[in-house]
């Protein structure tokens, strides 16, 4: 028998050309401003606040609505020592034999070893997990459909809200990170994705002065 979902009115607000195109400039200087944060200040923030920006992460689109996210935030700070401990020693091999001269070559400018304070510092990691399939209780196995584009709409949706809050973020990628799922404990069907230090950057914090690609460079525009 088919399924079908019910269906409400769109909740819909649109705007007149000129306040479209203020809001869309409005909302690209406030991205624009959003940088990469290797160093944390440890200042406190509230678990409401982390719950909010996952709450909207979680308002992102997703293969048939399956929703193939999982969000963990860890505060606990002994927790944190051990990811910190696992994710150095799978980045000092990185480093060591994993990495390519020309991946090692392009890193240089960012001035990134394999010592990760950060997620010491950071009041916040969020470890954000792919559920590859949904597991029934009777044990059957539920499809979950494109869910690494699903997970990575959401982490970039993730990341936005995190900025619009006011928190500073990094996006970590220790691989292999097979570590996580141990270390929190996570069921079969769940893969970890990305784990993002969140916080407020340090007083002292520096970040590259990067530019970034013009627009005729990531727009292409048929008239």
């Known amino acids: 028998m088919e399924n079908k979902m019910d269906r409400i009115p769109l909740e819909f607000t649109r705007y007149g050309t000129s306040e479209m195109l203020e809001r869309a400039v409005g909302f690209h200087a406030e991205l624009e401003r959003r940088r990469s944060v290797r160093e944390f200040s440890p200042e406190p923030v509230p678990f409401a606040v982390i719950a909010e920006v996952v709450r909207a992460a979680s308002t992102a689109p997703s293969g048939a609505h399956k929703q193939p996210w999982t969000f963990c935030a860890v505060g606990d700070p002994k927790l944190k020592r051990r990811i910190r401990e696992a994710a150095e020693k799978e980045e000092r091999i990185n480093y060591a034999s994993r990495m390519s001269d020309e991946w090692l070559r392009d890193l240089a400018v960012f001035r990134t070893d394999p010592h990760k304070p950060f997620l010491e510092d950071a009041p916040w990691l969020v470890v954000v997990f792919k559920r590859a399939y949904e597991l029934e209780p009777d044990g059957h196995k539920h499809q979950n459909y494109y869910v690494t584009e ?74």
Request: proline fraction near 11%; hydrophobic fraction near 45%; charged fraction near 15%.
């Open 150 to 223: 699903s997970v990575g709409i959401a982490t970039g949706m993730l990341l936005a809200a995190a900025h619009h809050a006011g928190l500073a973020t990094l996006t970590h990628t220790p691989s292999p990170m097979n570590f996580l799922s141990t270390l929190l404990d996570r069921p079969a069907n769940e893969r970890p994705f990305l784990l993002i230090p969140m916080g407020f950057p340090a007083k002292e914090c520096r970040v590259p002065a990067l530019s970034r690609k013009p627009l005729d460079e990531v727009l292409v525009h048929f008239k």
